[in-house]
């Protein structure tokens, strides 16, 4: 039996990944009168008083909400809210495992920004954040950006900031390992939709160097026509000389790609035109160029979204302990600040003197990652006031 059909057979055994177990007994009248009525009535008052209550008095402060329209599940495309059912469940489970963060799958069958954003503001009462999911471009910009002005509760979006943090994590190890130049960097990203545009950003920020976007047509430059919201907003603070060409102009001379594109589109050619390149191919399953075709062409540092070969850049190193942070004081947002935070905590859980070619990214089963992102985006929330407790 191969892999598809072993997890088609599993999840039919399964019928789903998570399920609610009550964590309060009730197994007699008084437990039954404690845990509802008449003894329920108690906390209900209190929070109806203060509603900051809830956290105490609830599992609000434990609980995320994993949202989609399955509009961009996986690499499989607009599959629809159904189908991408079993990623959210997946996702919620990843929660549980790796961090011990409830979380629990919305599937919301609209496309529409207005729709999403209403029915996503309207339950937030009920959880301590929420995670967004496999939302297309460009709507997924706005979806955020709008429910991080109505919610009193962090929203984040997963595809494109879980993606910039462990990116800009495996950069901060492969640029000590290769003994380039922070700032003095030529960083080149391949596909300018929800990840690429938000790795750009975050790596701006924190002075990786130059960023050349690119997407289908080539170098996005500041002035073109028909970008959208987020290619708009990157074009003013990236491409710092104004250039134009093909992915292949853009990776001469380049210190870094990195992919969030199509497969097969980076040849040995164009990575022995770099400077003893960087190479982070992460399109799956098949990467924008194979590790030994990257490594053929004179890349130092290889990594891709896969398990299979070495630095394996994934979400998983990050979310799960984010989310922990975030809830264990209560935190209103989730700020640029606490996402260099976090890329910092994990590049930070490899020692220097343990740091190859190899390995410039903890392993995604590493115990340490989640509860180091935990304190430092705790720490940072704290320190930039925007905590609750």
């Keep these: 039996m191969d892999r598809k059909q072993l997890a088609v057979e599993k999840h039919k055994e399964w019928q789903g990944k998570i399920e609610v177990i009550s964590r309060a007994p009730i197994t007699n009248r008084e437990e039954l009168a404690l845990a509802y009525t008449p003894g329920v009535a108690e906390p209900c008052l209190l929070i109806a008083e203060n509603e900051e209550l809830s956290y105490d008095y609830t599992r609000k402060g434990n609980l995320v909400a994993v949202i989609t329209d399955g509009t961009a599940v996986l690499g499989l495309g607009d599959i629809g809210p159904s189908a991408g059912m079993p990623v959210m469940e997946g996702k919620c489970a990843l929660f549980k495992a790796f961090a011990d963060v409830d979380a629990f799958p919305i599937c919301v ?122 290619q708009e907003e990157i074009s003013h603070i990236s491409n710092l000389q104004k250039e134009h060409g093909t ?6 001379g380049a210190d870094i790609f990195v992919g969030v594109s199509r497969p097969n589109l980076v040849t040995r050619e164009m990575v022995a035109s770099m400077n003893k390149g960087i190479v982070f191919a992460m399109a799956n399953p098949v990467p924008e160029i194979m590790p030994d075709e990257a490594k053929a062409g004179g890349a130092v540092v290889v990594g891709t979204g896969r398990s299979d070969f070495p630095n394996q850049i994934n979400n998983v190193l990050v979310f799960p302990g984010l989310f922990k942070g975030v809830l264990a004081v209560r935190a209103r947002d989730i700020t640029e600040g606490m996402k260099m935070a976090a890329a910092h905590a994990i590049a930070a859980v490899i020692q220097e003197d343990e740091l190859t070619v190899d390995y410039v990214i903890p392993d995604a ?25």
């Excluded at 992915?247 to 001469?252: E, G, Y």
């Excluded at 089963?365 to 407790?389: H, N, P, Q, Y």
Aim: hydrophobic share 50%; net charge negative; aromatic share 4%.
């Design 365 to 389: 089963f590493d115990k340490r990652v989640a509860l180091a992102v935990a304190d430092a985006v705790a720490k940072e929330a704290e320190a930039e006031g925007i905590s609750r407790v």
């Design 247 to 252: 992915l292949a102009d853009a990776l001469k």
């Design 109 to 230: 069958d609209s496309k529409d920004v207005d729709t999403i954003v209403n029915t996503v503001a309207l339950i937030s009462k009920s959880f301590g954040g929420i995670n967004l999911e496999d939302i297309a471009a460009p709507r997924c910009f706005e979806i955020e950006r709008r429910l991080k002005e109505v919610c009193d509760i962090p929203v984040f979006h997963d595809d494109q900031h879980g993606t910039a943090i462990v990116v800009a994590a495996a950069l901060l190890n492969a640029v000590k390992v290769t003994g380039k130049e922070m700032g003095r960097l030529r960083v080149v990203i391949n596909g300018a939709g929800a990840a690429g545009v938000s790795i750009g950003k975050l790596l701006i920020a924190m002075g990786f160097g130059n960023i050349i976007m690119c997407d289908i047509h080539g170098v996005i430059c500041e002035g073109d026509e028909g970008l959208n919201s987020g």
